[in-house]
T-cell receptor
């Protein structure tokens, strides 16, 4: 069974500093997709970044980047120059196939606090 | 424009009531999803519609009844709910939902449901 593990229930970072959130996953598939979503107190799930497993290059989106280690099944998120607005719950997610359709499986989340 | 609109944002209903949650997207997406999220937990998939056909039902109780009238609309009909059904209900959509698509799933802001 595919699982997603986020081992850090909570993390904190000083404003303008860098923080890394960890995520590992388990899969027997060779081609798949990984995502990081952010959920602020407003509760809307916002896509932060996406990684295709067949791409060796790590995805980046402005201050957000990933360290994708396919062999180790690791997919960590690095947030540079942290801002107060980055405070949120961050979910790592893996897209799996089921019954001819696809769905997201989420990790339990990491609550990120940004200190001024 | 990646927008999924959900109404109502808040709903309080009694256990004998019948109500509906509505979701709309105008991005031309052909897959739509309902997720349920309890406090401090990740979202859990309930249903997936792909090309207006129900493709995944995650063994959801029959008191939840999904409906996809057309490719832009998704409803969740609620009847005889229990207090433990109180949660945030998230609608989402993606360009396609079929195997191998790997498309990004975009979420709405959610509907807060309280069952009294």
């Amino acid at each position: 069974a595919q699982t997603v593990t986020q081992s850090q229930p909570e993390m904190s970072v000083q404003e303008a500093e860098t923080v890394t959130l960890s995520c590992t996953y388990d899969t027997s598939e060779s081609d798949y997709y990984l995502f990081w979503y952010k959920q602020p107190p407003s509760r809307q799930m916002i896509l932060v970044i996406r990684q295709e497993a067949y791409k060796q290059q790590n995805a980046t989106e402005n201050r957000f980047s990933v360290n994708f280690q396919k062999a180790a099944k690791s997919f960590s998120l690095k947030i540079s120059d942290s801002q107060l607005g980055d405070a949120a719950m961050y979910f790592c997610a893996y897209r799996i196939n089921q019954g001819g359709s696809e769905k997201l499986v989420f990790g339990k989340g990491t609550k990120l606090t940004v200190n001024p | 424009d990646t927008e999924v609109t959900q109404t109502p944002k808040h709903l309080v209903m009694g256990m004998t009531n019948k109500k509906s949650l509505k979701c709309e997207q105008h991005m031309g997406h052909r897959a739509m999803y309902w997720y349920k999220q309890k406090a401090k937990k990740p979202p859990e998939l309930m249903f997936v519609y792909s090309y207006e056909k129900l493709s995944i039902n995650e063994s959801v109780p029959s008191r939840f009844s999904p409906e996809c009238p057309n490719s832009s609309l998704l409803n969740l009909h609620l009847h005889a709910l229990q207090p433990e059904d109180s949660a945030l209900y998230l609608c989402a959509s993606s360009q396609r939902g079929d195997r191998g698509a790997g498309n990004t799933i975009y979420f709405g802001e959610g509907s807060w449901l309280t069952v009294v």
